[in-house]
């Protein structure tokens, strides 16, 4: 990888509020695909009065590419750290620090220099630091949707409220995942194929249920890799998929993305009274009667669970994703007390 020093310098300069003249640096390549990279880049950077300051900051580079239904996600990264939504966070509840970004048009690439934040991550996350992290969410998203700050007007590169059921519906039309459910060949439980038989009849229904919720502005990949918790607070990364949803689409994938699955259940039952709780601090949620998270996370999750069972030889993945949709079953018998 090679990082051009002079755009280094400049997120040093910004990085540490003073006048960087020099720095030396490593590369080590953190996650990476085919249309992005991020990398860990870190050394020690030198001041025009001679100081000497160890840094590590993070560089994300980022290609173009077409998201289904959602064909400027690739940037909005690039778009969202342009904006003034950056004074829509607490010190709590927050993205990391952009130092630098930047979008080469006519390579279709977006470079983000940003804040490099050590702290817990993924499943090593605990049950508290769950019910932390959707408290506080709810409290971000009340307090947007009871302020409605006029940076949300201004932010034209969003994905559209209508990306999960879209998604879904594509996931439907999809014989390979359809059918196979449908099929004397279908190898999964009884119980789980005829949960996802039943969230497909019952889907016009229970949309419009769902539209019934406010709609919020969600980060549309809310999931425990995303999260880092550090000295008590939350940094949220990965923001391209970001846009307007509704009340719950982020609490879903909280509970049921990769989840950690012992405790999906436990995380079902104190997550979501807690993220109400957090957003009735900025708005009434006393009028609705039904949250919807059970059937959000059959239409986000329930088919790709299903996708992943059939492209998987592996049997402790197989495994593992039908364990997921059977703790997502129970989900539909358990009775919330919400905390408001």
Known sequence: MNIKLEKLIYAL?????????????????????????????????????????????????????????????????????????????????????????????????????????????????????????????????????????????????????????????????????????????????LNVRQMLIDIDEQADEIFTRIEKLPLVLCHRDFWVSNLIYADGNFALIDWDTSGWGYLGEDIASLIADEADIDHMVEHYRRCIPMYYKGFSEYADVSRISDHCVYEIILHLFGYRLVERYLHTEAEDEKTKHVLTLQKIHIMKTISLSMVT
């Open 13 to 189: 300069n910004q990085r540490f509020k003073k006048d960087i003249i020099a720095a030396d640096c490593q590369t080590m390549p953190l996650q990476g695909g085919t249309v992005g990279n991020v990398y860990l880049v870190s050394g020690t950077a030198e001041t025009a009065a001679g100081e000497k300051l160890p840094y590590r900051i993070m560089l994300k580079i980022q290609r173009k590419w077409e998201r289904y239904g959602d064909p400027g996600s690739w940037r909005r990264e690039y778009d969202l750290f342009a904006s003034d939504l950056k004074a829509t966070f607490s010190d709590v509840f927050r993205w990391p620090t952009c130092y630098h970004a930047e979008i080469n048009a006519e390579e279709n690439e977006i470079q983000l220099w940003l804040e490099y934040i050590d702290g817990v991550t993924g499943l090593d996350l605990t049950g508290d630091m769950y019910e932390k992290a959707a408290l506080e969410l709810g409290r971000f998203q009340g307090r947007l949707y009871a302020e409605q700050p006029a940076v949300l007007q201004s932010l034209t590169n969003l994905s559209h409220v209508d990306l999960m059921k879209n998604t879904y519906l594509r996931y439907r039309s999809w014989p390979v995942v359809y059918d196979y459910i449908r099929s004397e060949d279908c190898e999964l439980p």
